[in-house]
C-alpha cells in the first residue's frame, strides 16, 4: 500500500499530511466547543433566561454528553462500512452541528417555547459533537502506530488550536464585538454562520486525510478477535490502569485549563480589571508565536523521550509560569497593560502567558494520541479492538468533569452578587471580581496540574513497554493468518 510502510514489530505509518490533515478534525469541533463557550451570553442576554438556569442547562448538556459517549463509542467499534469505520461519523456529525446553529438562531423566535427548543439544540449539539469528538481518539490507532509519528499529530493540533484560539479572540472582541457593540442577537446570528462554514471545511479536509488509512488492515485485530460488548467499557476502566490514570489526568486538567478561557473569565479580566476588552484579540495574537515555539519544543522531546515525559515537563513549566501570571496581577497594576505605550506588566505578562500558553498545549493536544497508546494496550491485555469505546470511555469522564465548568464559574458569579446576568464589557471593577477572576485564571488551574503530575507518576505506557506491545499484537495477527 502506497500509504503504509509495514514494519516488522508491527509498526504503521502515515504520510505527514495525512496527519495534518485529520487534524482538522478536532479543530472542526473545537471551533462548536469555543463557540459554545459564549452560550451564557446566548442564552442570558438574547434569550432572557436566568444565570443559575442557563449554568444549571450548560452542566446538563455536558453530563448529557459524557453519557452518550460509551454508546457512540461501541456503535463506532460495530461499524464497518464502505465508507470505512470513522468517516462516516465525521460528515454526519458535522452537519449535525450546522443544523444546530440554525435552530439556535430560531429560539429567540419561539416565544414561550424558546427553553423547550433550546433544551433540543443542546441535546442535538450533544449527538453531532460526540459523533465527531470521539472520532478524533478511536482513529488514532488507524492513523499510526509508529511512536516517533503520534507525536505530530499533537504538533498540528497544537498549532491549530493556538491559531484558533488566537483567531477566535480576535474575530469576537475585535470584529464581532465592535461591529456589533454587545452580545447582541444579529453578533450571535453572524457568530453562527461563521462557525458553521469554517467547521464544515476543516471536516472535508479531515476526511481526505483519514480515507486512506480508515480501513480493516490498520484496524488492530484480526477476525477472530473477541467481540466487544458494551459492557466492556466498565471492564476497562476496572482493569486497564493505564486508561484510568490518563483519564484523571486529562479530566481534571481540561476542567481547569478550560476555565481560563471561559467567557466570562476572559471578560472579568480584560474587559473588567484591565479595562479594555478589546485587547484580549490582541494580546493573544502577541503570544501566538512564542506560544507555538514553546509547544513545539516539547513535542520535539516527546518524539525523543517519550509522551509521558513530555506531558510531565509541560505541567511543570504551567505551574511556574502559572506562579508569575498571579504575582504580576497581584502586585502589578493591570490598568496598565496597553501595547502603544509598553510598560513592565504588559512585557511581563506576555511573556508569563507565552510560557504558561505553550505549555498548556501540550497537555491538552498530547493526551490524544496517548489514547491511540492505550487503544493498542488494551488489544495486547484483552485482545479486543475497541478504540471507538477506549476514546468514548475518555470523552465519557472527561465531559463530566468538565460539566463542572460552566457551573463553576456561574457559582462563584453568582455568589459576587450576578443572579440575572453575567459580568460584562459595561460592568464596573470591584474587588469582588478581581478575587473571582484570579481564582478561576490561576488558582483553579494549579490544582489541576498537581492532580495530572499524580496520575502520570502512576501510567506506564513508555516508548520501552509500547515497543513490546506492538511486537505481540503484530505477532498474534501472524499466528491467526498462519493458522
Partial sequence: MKNMVTITDGTHRAKVWQIGCFALNNTAINLYYMMMLYMSYYAAGVLGLGVALVSGLLT???ILDGITDPIIGFIIDKTNSRFGKFRTFMVIGNAT????????????????????????????YDIGY????????????????????????????????????????M???????????????????????????????????????????????????????????????WTVLRSNKNVLMLILSAATDKLFSNITTNA????????????????????????????????LLCIW???????????????????????????LFLFGDPTTLSFANLGYFPIILLIGMAFRGGFMSVGNSIIIPMIGDCA???????????????????????????SLNSLLVGALVIAIGFRDVFPSVTTPYSSAIFRVAMLCFCGLPLLGWIVNIFALRHYDLTPEKMAEVRAANEAKKVDVAQA
Avoid at 303 to 317: D, I, N, V
Avoid at 379 to 401: E, T
Wanted: glycine letters at 6%; a positive charge; hydrophobic letters at 50%.
Fill in 376 to 402: 493498542d494496550y488494551e488489544v495486547y491485555r484483552s485482545g479486543k479492538y475497541m478504540p471507538g469505546m477506549i476514546g468514548g470511555v475518555f470523552s465519557f469522564a472527561d465531559k463530566i468533569v468538565t
Fill in 301 to 327: 522531546f516527546a518524539r525523543r523521550r517519550g509522551q509521558k515525559k513530555a506531558l510531565l515537563l509541560a505541567t511543570y513549566g504551567a505551574i511556574i509560569a502559572n506562579f508569575a501570571v498571579f504575582f
Fill in 171 to 233: 474575530l469576537v472582541s475585535n470584529y464581532l464585538i465592535v461591529k456589533h457593540g454587545d452580545f447582541t442577537a444579529p453578533m450571535f446570528a453572524e457568530f453562527f454562520i461563521l462557525t458553521a462554514i469554517a467547521s464544515a471545511v476543516c471536516t472535508a479536509l479531515a476526511v481526505l486525510g483519514i480515507r486512506a488509512k480508515d480501513r480493516p488492515e490498520f484496524y488492530g485485530a484480526d477476525e477472530k478477535s473477541p467481540k466487544v460488548k458494551l459492557r466492556d467499557c
Fill in 60 to 62: 446538563g448538556l455536558n
Fill in 130 to 169: 460526540t459523533f465527531q469528538f470521539d472520532i478524533t481518539r478511536a482513529a488514532q490507532t488507524v492513523l499510526t502506530n509508529d511512536p516517533k509519528q503520534r507525536p505530530l499529530f499533537s504538533a498540528f493540533d497544537m498549532v491549530l488550536n493556538i491559531i484558533l484560539y488566537v483567531g477566535f479572540s
Fill in 97 to 124: 452541528l450546522a443544523l444546530d446553529m440554525l435552530l439556535l438562531y430560531l429560539c429567540q423566535f419561539a416565544g414561550a417555547a424558546k427553553l423547550p427548543l433550546l433544551v433540543v439544540c443542546f441535546v442535538l
Fill in 264 to 295: 466570562t473569565v476572559t471578560v472579568m479580566i480584560f474587559a473588567i480589571i484591565c479595562g479594555n476588552f478589546e485587547l484580549s484579540g490582541q494580546f493573544n495574537m502577541y503570544v501566538f508565536a512564542p506560544s507555538m515555539i514553546i509547544s
